[in-house]
């Protein structure tokens, strides 16, 4: 898949230098992720599926989330890899812009996450930096005026994953990703929401793209059991599409 997407030939990635979607289809500056892995046209989906809707993996989920299992909806599935030069993110929350007053910040993270995010490494992987808690307060003075390329903020951990382990984490934690060229990385990198969240869930999952092929994922070589699992989930996702509507994308001062 990663020869494929540096290549041209998978044409969803996330192009080097640019952070946030919407990412173009040219990898010429190189790439550090591949998109959809679920997507039929991928000749391996089957395999990534497995992997996502796995009955094991879903029951974490579930239980992190804090909801039933027949509430859980199909997100993403994507793939991060080595860039092809050393690169790094800032530091943000996936929705809630780095404009946000203190007021505004909490407003929206004393809210349930509605969500599970995880990174599971496929080599071993020390690219996610992040202050741990921080997904239940507003920024400090320190952290609202770091430069947000700055290299150490208080607190700040790395994730360190051996190849074969998964970290999940609320995606609105102040993170970054620092990504070495030398280092070679494939992490796969999912989540999955509820029926409970609102638009502001929809707009950070749709607007990645995967509203327009999932209603076709027809499911052909699943197992009888997770087709049916699988079924569920991408109809929470389409329904999800359909009352939020044209959601953009989200800023986050790129
Ligand atoms: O590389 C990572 O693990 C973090 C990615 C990230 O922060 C993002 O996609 O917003």
Same mark, same amino acid.
Not at 10 to 32: A, E, H, M, V
Not at 56 to 73: F, P, Q, R, S
Not at 140 to 145: A, F, S
């Given at each position: 898949?990663?020869?494929?997407?540096?290549?041209?030939? *998978?044409?969803? /990635?996330?192009?080097?230098? =640019?952070?946030?979607?919407?990412?173009?289809?040219?990898?010429?500056?190189?790439?550090?992720?591949?998109?959809?892995?679920?997507?039929?046209?991928?000749?391996?989906?089957?395999?990534? &599926?497995?992997? #996502?809707?796995?009955?094991?993996?879903?029951?974490?989920?579930? @239980?992190?989330?804090?909801?039933?299992?027949?509430?859980?909806?199909?997100?993403?599935?994507?793939?991060?890899?080595?860039?092809?030069?050393?690169?790094?993110?800032? *530091?943000?929350?996936?929705?809630? $812009?780095?404009?946000?007053?203190?007021?505004?910040?909490?407003?929206?993270?004393?809210?349930?996450?509605?969500? @599970?995010?995880?990174?599971? $490494?496929?080599?071993?992987?020390?690219?996610?930096?992040?202050?741990?808690?921080?997904?239940?307060?507003?920024?400090?003075?320190?952290?609202?005026? &770091?430069?947000? #390329?700055?290299?150490?903020?208080?607190?700040?951990?790395?994730?360190?994953? =051996? &190849?074969?382990?998964?970290?999940?984490?609320?995606?609105?934690?102040?993170?970054?990703?620092?990504?070495?060229?030398?280092?070679?990385?494939?992490?796969?990198?999912?989540? /999955?929401?509820?029926?409970?969240?609102?638009?502001?869930? &929809?707009?950070?999952?749709?607007?990645?793209?995967?509203?327009?092929? $999932? =209603?076709?994922?027809?499911?052909?070589?699943?197992?009888?059991?997770? @087709?049916?699992?699988?079924?569920?989930?991408?109809?929470?996702?389409?329904?999800?599409?359909?009352?939020?509507?044209?959601?953009?994308?989200?800023?986050?001062?790129?």
């Amino acid at each position: 898949m990663t020869e494929a997407a540096r290549s041209g030939k *998978w044409p969803y /990635i996330r192009t080097l230098p =640019k952070q946030f979607p919407p990412w173009p289809q040219d990898p010429s500056k190189g790439i550090w992720g591949v998109q959809h892995l679920l997507h039929p046209s991928n000749p391996d989906h089957l395999t990534f &599926a497995r992997s #996502y809707f796995d009955s094991e993996l879903l029951k974490y989920v579930a @239980a992190l989330i804090g909801c039933g299992e027949d509430d859980l909806t199909m997100e993403l599935y994507n793939m991060l890899v080595r860039p092809d030069e050393d690169f790094s993110l800032r *530091w943000h929350r996936d929705d809630v $812009a780095a404009t946000a007053t203190p007021e505004e910040e909490l407003e929206r993270l004393k809210k349930p996450g509605h969500h @599970a995010q995880w990174n599971l $490494a496929l080599y071993d992987d020390s690219s996610l930096v992040l202050v741990p808690g921080s997904h239940k307060r507003a920024r400090t003075e320190t952290e609202r005026n &770091a430069d947000p #390329y700055e290299v150490h903020m208080p607190d700040q951990i790395t994730v360190q994953l =051996k &190849a074969g382990e998964v970290a999940f984490y609320n995606n609105n934690i102040l993170h970054r990703g620092v990504y070495d060229s030398s280092k070679e990385r494939m992490t796969l990198h999912g989540s /999955i929401g509820t029926t409970h969240a609102g638009s502001e869930r &929809a707009r950070n999952v749709l607007q990645h793209g995967v509203g327009d092929w $999932a =209603k076709e994922y027809d499911f052909e070589g699943f197992e009888p059991d997770m @087709a049916e699992r699988a079924k569920k989930m991408r109809e929470r996702l389409v329904e999800m599409g359909q009352k939020s509507g044209d959601v953009g994308f989200f800023s986050k001062d790129e």
